[in-house]
């Protein structure tokens, strides 16, 4: 299943600029694992190609049934190519051809830095279709800023240990608006991950960040909340 946790603009925070579905796996008592637990040791495995696959596709079907929903999924790089995966996308956006538009594939900074030249190529062929890509964790590896300023990303997200408690922590204050600024550099809209703490947030928004995402603004909820009060979505991004 996925959870679905909002992406909130900075200058207003009550209201999504998009969501992201997070997978979630039950145990053998239907307890839900959150994806933190395992996809490290799964995402070099035959495992983490199909988790990928079972992510897309739960996506897409969000997304074709709530036709102003623009929503995030997560993708590690060693899924281009698998074919399973892209025909689950190339299915998915024949069905419906405003999916494709409103679609965010998010690729961790690890594994874009794996192979840079084929995760380059990728995007730039699903970016003529319309999809937008995030790249998450930004600042926890370590990126090669000669390949960044290639790479087409359309969203950066702050990893979350630059995050916590920034507003009485001067070094994470410096690290992360360096970050802001890099991505405002190259023209990406920027989200702060792990955002719990009102003080993070009024600092946030005092630092330029155009996005915000954490349990302050919204937990991840596997009943989303287009169906629960049939609201109708408007992202800004």
């Not at 490290?40 to 996506?59: K, V, Y």
């Not at 897409?60 to 790089?77: D, F, K």
Request: charged content about 25%; aromatic content about 10%.
């Amino acid at each position: 299943m996925l959870a679905y946790q909002p992406i909130v603009h900075s200058k207003n925070p009550t209201r999504p600029a998009y969501y992201e579905g997070l997978i979630r796996v039950l145990d053998a008592n239907r307890r839900i694992i959150p994806a933190r637990n395992f996809i490290s040791a799964i995402e070099s495995m035959e495992t983490g190609r199909i988790l990928d696959c079972l992510s897309l596709e739960l996506g897409l079907v969000a997304l074709a049934e709530e036709p102003t929903l623009r929503l995030a999924i997560n993708m590690s790089a060693r899924s281009i190519g698998y074919p399973r995966w892209m025909e689950t996308l190339y299915r998915g956006l024949a069905m419906d051809k405003t999916i494709a538009e409103r679609l965010i594939l998010e690729v961790t900074e690890s594994s874009a830095m794996l192979m840079p030249d084929i995760v380059n190529v990728f995007m730039g062929d699903l970016h003529r279709r319309g999809i937008s890509f995030a790249l998450d964790d930004f600042g926890a590896g370590y990126t090669a800023f000669r390949f960044f300023r290639d790479f087409q990303f359309d969203i950066v997200k702050i990893d979350g240990q630059f995050i916590r408690d920034i507003h009485k922590d001067v070094d994470n204050q410096v690290l992360t608006a360096a970050l802001i600024a890099i991505a405002h550099q190259f023209d990406m809209f920027t989200v702060a991950e792990c955002v719990e703490k009102k003080e993070e947030l009024a600092y946030l928004q005092e630092a330029g960040i155009d996005c915000l995402q954490g349990y302050l603004l919204g937990r991840p909820e596997t009943v989303p909340v287009w169906k629960e009060d049939e609201t109708t979505l408007e992202g800004y991004l």
